[in-house]
C-alpha cells in the first residue's frame, strides 16, 4: 500500500464544544490492513485512547564515534501532567538523569550532571492556527494541539503525539505498509518510507529510509528505525507500554535539590 496523495489531517479532529475530544476512529478493522490514510488518522488521536501512560523507550544511534544508547521514560496523566527523565547509562548511576515535568501551567527541567534547573510558563501555541480560527487554512498549515503536552522535537513527543510526524515527515516520502510485526510484545503495523522531505539536512539524500512500527491497538509510535544507504544510524524502542497503567501517588511531584542553580 503506497501513499497517494499528502495526508494533511494532522488537526482534522472535530472537537466538541466544551467536551473532551475523542478518536475520530476508535479501531483499525481486525481482519484487514488499513490504508496509509486511515492509518495515519487513528495515529492522530493515539493519546486519547488513554487516561494515563507509562513507557520506558531506548534510543540507539549508531555514528563514527560508535553506538551511543539513551534511556528515556515517560509518565504522563491527562488531562495535563507529564514526567519525561533521560538517562546516559554508559555514564554511571549517580545523578546521571534529566527531568522535564509539567503541570499544564509550568515547566520545570532539571540536568542532574551539571545542577542547572529551569522554571517557566508553557509556551503559548501560535494563534490562529488551530481550532476554529483556522477552519479555512489548507491543512498543512494547521497544527496538532495535544491534550497533554511533552517536551516538543523529542522521541516521546512523536511517539504519542504522532500526528506532526505523520504529516510532515512520513506523508512527504514514499510511504507504504509493508505489514504486522510485534514490538515489546505487542502486534504493530509495519511503514516503511523512503526520502522524505521534510528531515534534517544531514540525512537529505536518495538513499534515507524510516521505518515505523505502530501499535495497532493505541496508535502509538513503538519503534523508529532510520537508515542511510542500508546502514542503520537511529533505532528507537520502546521497551514497556503501559497505556492506564497505574501510576504512583507522586509520580508529578519534584523539588529541586539542594544547590540548583537556575537559569531562569
Not at 464544544?17 to 478518536?23: E, F, N, Q, S
Not at 481482519?31 to 488521536?45: G, N, S
Not at 514514499?174 to 540525512?203: F, N, S, W, Y
Request: charged share 25%.
Amino acid at each position: 500500500m503506497t501513499s497517494t496523495r499528502p495526508w494533511d489531517r494532522a488537526a482534522d479532529l472535530p472537537v466538541p464544544a466544551g467536551r473532551r475530544p475523542r478518536p475520530e476512529v476508535v479501531a483499525l478493522p481486525p481482519d484487514e490492513l488499513p490504508t496509509l490514510a486511515d492509518l495515519f488518522t487513528f495515529m492522530r488521536d493515539a493519546e486519547l485512547r488513554f487516561d494515563a501512560l507509562r513507557m520506558r523507550m531506548e534510543e540507539h544511534s549508531f555514528t563514527t564515534r560508535g553506538e551511543h544508547l539513551v534511556v528515556i521514560e515517560v509518565a504522563l496523566r491527562h488531562p495535563r501532567d507529564a514526567r519525561v527523565t533521560t538517562t546516559e547509562p554508559h555514564r554511571g548511576t549517580a545523578g546521571n538523569y534529566e527531568i522535564w515535568i509539567s503541570d499544564g501551567e509550568t515547566v520545570r527541567t532539571y540536568s542532574a550532571p551539571h545542577k542547572l534547573g529551569t522554571e517557566r510558563p508553557v509556551r503559548r501555541p501560535v494563534q490562529g492556527v488551530t481550532g476554529r480560527e483556522a477552519r479555512d487554512l489548507p491543512g498543512t498549515s494547521r497544527i496538532y494541539v495535544p491534550l497533554t503536552a511533552l517536551p516538543m522535537e523529542t522521541l516521546p513527543d512523536t511517539f504519542v503525539h504522532p500526528a506532526g510526524y505523520c504529516q510532515n515527515v512520513l506523508a512527504t516520502g514514499d510511504c507504504r505498509i509493508l505489514g504486522l510485526d510485534k514490538v515489546a510484545g505487542r502486534e504493530t503495523i509495519a511503514i516503511e518510507c523512503d526520502h522524505p522531505r521534510t528531515i534534517e539536512m544531514a540525512a537529505d539524500r536518495p538513499d534515507f529510509r524510516i521505518r515505523v512500527d505502530v501499535d495497532r491497538a493505541e496508535g502509538v509510535i513503538l519503534r523508529l528505525r532510520e537508515s542511510i544507504g542500508g546502514v542503520p544510524t537511529r533505532d528507537a524502542m520502546v521497551t514497556d507500554f503501559g497505556p492506564d497503567a497505574p501510576l504512583s501517588l507522586n509520580a508529578f511531584d519534584f523539588t529541586f535539590p539542594t544547590g540548583t542553580t537556575m537559569l531562569f
